[in-house]
């Protein structure tokens, strides 16, 4: 099973790409433990992509559930690159803005016993081939 579930702060806004079907809202999302933080980037697509262009902003406490994605694509030089990121399949906005009290003891039993649900689930749409921007291409949904 690939599934990750994951809280933090965008660092930045959520930076839309129209394809010619659906919209992707690429973005980083900042997650920290006791030792370090690390930086994830993540991909939504479709009306969860259009969610988090609308109500979200850079500093944002995001929770995000979707699956890890490798991807190599081939730069402008000719050599071969290699990105590790997050299909987003479903995303919560918690109204507390604050930072979840003792995070680094949260377990994915209770990560999202805080976060109020979403009115409605937001499924990402499945893109055909052509809508993929080739700097995306080799993601799979």
């Known amino acids: ?11 930045d806004n ?17 997650s920290k433990d006791m030792f370090s933080t690390e930086f994830i980037d993540c991909t939504a697509f479709g009306k969860t992509a259009e969610f988090l262009c609308k109500y979200s902003k850079k500093g944002d406490w995001v929770y ?11 730069d402008k030089s000719g050599a071969t690159k290699y ?8 995303v919560e906005l918690p109204k507390d803005k604050q930072e979840p009290q003792a995070q680094a003891k949260l377990n994915i039993d209770n ?31």
């Open 1 to 11: 099973m690939n599934k990750v579930f994951l809280t933090g702060r965008l660092t």
């Open 14 to 30: 959520v930076k839309p790409i129209q394809t010619q079907k659906t919209l992707l809202g690429s973005f980083r999302l900042a």
């Open 64 to 74: 995000v559930v979707g699956k890890v994605t490798n991807r190599k694509f081939i």
């Open 83 to 90: 990105i590790t990121s997050v299909a987003v399949e479903s």
């Open 111 to 141: 990560v999202f016993e805080s976060a109020e649900p979403l009115e409605e689930t937001i499924e990402p749409k499945k893109l055909e081939e052509e809508d993929i921007p080739d700097w995306m291409k080799g993601l799979e949904q």
